[in-house]
């Protein structure tokens, strides 16, 4: 079984961030980058599941990225990933590395590829529907379980309401979210091989973007928060339908 | 010209987040020229048609096919790329919901549109630019992104902007989609369907929330008291999930469900990062805790130190009088 994991290199949720340039660009500086979690957690812990139960297979990781970012790429190894692949430029928008992915993958017979449901900065949830359609591939959005039995694939994904079970034929892309596994520490054995392991750079395969980030802006944080005696819960009720207008 | 919308119902009614994106839709069509086209399943009943018109679409499309009606997203997105070349569309728009993000990358594609998906505010045209924001880093920031195809894409992020009222009638027609043959290739085997009178949380405008805070699982019931008195949704943090206090797609923060209510109740959550990721986009925020420390307050509105298990039922007789006071 031939797995394909494409990940995503995300600030950490608790990192400070800031912009430069007059609020053009992110600013880099300081801020730790790490796997996107549903990429890393799910997808990729996935993957290694279906492999190992099957007993053979090859998980390839997937990256849009500069080589700054081998080092999180280098971690997906260490977790059990068997070899890698970069391309090497700026991920632009989803459509662009949607494009670097199908072209990618094109003709080298992976059974399944695997994204996050969303990265979480930018949380857009584009890139698995793009490929699926670029590649004329069935596609199932926002999967907590999945499952490979000969060339049959079953995932349970959300619908409105509740979840569904469904089936489709592999090769499919499939955007997991919790539920579908339990993220894995690499352990010392791991990161060790992971520095032996094949990480082939590419070079841009299909180059456009259709949108581009203009400027940032801070959130600016609420108003100091106003304390209500715990005695006073008809004042709450109060200001909540005539300061805040929201009952 | 037109500027099109993906448009679905649910429980006899015309879902809001649908709503909201005809009138984000109305709203660039007052700014690019054009009429608001709907798109509808032809088995949604035609006398919803009218609330799509109130909340400023002009034309409503039915779209007749098996494959439509069962929810098949390859089959709606080639309605969808139709629908826009028929109509001229200059703009097409979803909900970024579930639906959405199935469909709208796979419009994107077919017709090399760039996107911008989970739009928080009407778009800024002007001098040719054609820019819209939307939120980044957590909820931390907001992004401006202009988008240079011809034809552009946008999912609208629930909650964002309130439904339109003051839209006229629509004239309806059926559209002819040539689908045959186009299909996502995934069966549905089995839905597993909550039974709930409530509000889906992606689309609940009160919404509360409980956490730790609670120590124990039967102690549900003064929050689902508040919760009734309101006529919010209940949800939950992350560690009541995993324990499974609580089902998980009650579950709100970063790995669980993003919301955006105009009020958000938390008790006993004392706000970590991962938390307020999913939550900061509320309008208004009350916490509600015993540790007046909790980092919570920082990013609240209104804040109350106490234990959860005398204010609870206090704050919900308050309401019930309030409720009472406004019959």
């Known amino acids: ?247 | 010209m037109s500027v099109i919308v993906y448009t679905e119902a649910a429980k006899g009614k015309i879902r809001k987040n649908s709503l909201e994106a005809v009138t984000y839709a109305a709203a660039i069509a007052a700014k690019v020229g054009g009429e608001v086209v709907a798109v509808i399943d032809a088995a949604v009943d035609g006398a919803l048609h009218a609330d799509l018109g109130k909340a400023g679409a002009q034309k409503v499309l039915t779209v007749n096919h098996a494959a439509l009606s069962a929810g098949d997203a390859r089959a709606w997105a080639a309605a969808m790329e139709l629908v826009a070349q028929a109509h001229g569309a200059k703009v097409v728009v979803f909900s970024h919901d579930l639906a959405g993000k199935d469909i709208a990358p796979r419009v994107a594609v077919r017709l090399k549109a760039g996107i911008v998906a989970g739009a928080v505010d009407f778009p800024t045209i002007e001098g040719g630019k054609f820019e819209v924001r939307k939120t980044a880093f957590s909820g931390k920031a907001t992004a401006v992104y202009s988008i240079n195809s011809e034809v552009k894409v946008i999912t609208l992020l629930p909650n964002s902007i309130p439904v339109g009222a003051n839209g006229t009638a629509v004239s309806g027609s059926a559209f002819d989609a040539k689908l045959d043959g186009i299909t996502s290739g995934v069966t549905i085997k089995e839905r597993k369907t909550r039974q709930s009178t409530t509000v889906p949380l992606p689309e609940a405008e009160l919404v509360v929330s409980a956490g730790r805070g609670l120590k124990a699982p039967e102690n549900w019931g003064i929050v689902e008291d508040l919760a009734t008195a309101l006529g919010a949704t209940t949800a939950c943090s992350r560690p009541v999930a995993d324990m499974h206090w609580r089902p998980h797609h009650e579950h709100v923060g970063q790995t669980g469900v993003a919301i955006r209510p105009n009020l958000y109740i938390a008790i006993g959550i004392s706000g970590a990062i991962q938390h307020l990721a999913g939550v900061n986009g509320s309008k208004t925020i009350v916490v509600i805790n015993n540790d007046k420390e909790a980092p919570f307050f920082k990013a609240a509105d209104y804040g109350v130190v106490g234990d959860a298990f005398e204010i609870l039922p206090k704050l919900t007789e308050a309401v019930k009088k309030f409720k009472a006071s406004q019959n």
């Open chain 1, 1 to 247: 079984m031939k797995i394909l994991v494409c990940i995503s290199s995300v600030p950490d949720t608790t990192t400070k961030i800031a912009f430069v340039n007059e609020n053009r660009e992110f600013s880099k500086q300081g801020v730790q980058f790490i796997i996107n979690p549903y990429d890393e957690w799910y997808a990729l812990v996935r993957a290694l599941e279906l492999k190992e139960a099957k007993g053979s297979g090859q998980v390839t990781l997937f990256h849009v990225g500069l080589a700054e970012n081998e080092a999180i790429i280098r971690k997906g190894l260490a977790i059990g990933a068997d070899d890698a692949v970069r391309v090497d430029a700026d991920p632009g928008d989803a459509y662009f590395v949607a494009q670097q992915i199908a072209a990618y993958a094109a003709g080298k017979g992976y059974d399944l590829i695997l994204v996050g449901k969303e990265t979480i900065d930018y949380n857009s949830s584009m890139v698995g529907g793009m490929v699926a359609e670029l590649m004329n591939l069935p596609y199932v959005s926002m999967a907590s379980k999945l499952d490979v039995a000969g060339a049959e694939i079953t995932a349970e994904c959300d619908i409105d309401g509740g979840t569904a079970v469904v089936t489709c034929a592999s090769p499919a892309v499939i955007s997991c979210q919790k539920g579908m596994a339990e993220a894995r520490i690499p352990n010392m054995r791991g990161i060790m091989a992971a520095r032996t392991k094949p990480l082939e750079t590419v070079q841009v395969l299909d180059n456009s973007t259709l949108t581009k980030v203009e400027n940032y802006r801070l959130n600016e944080g609420r108003q100091a928060v106003k304390m209500i005696d715990a005695g006073s819960m008809d004042e709450l009720v109060r200001l909540l339908h005539e300061e805040a207008k929201v009952i």
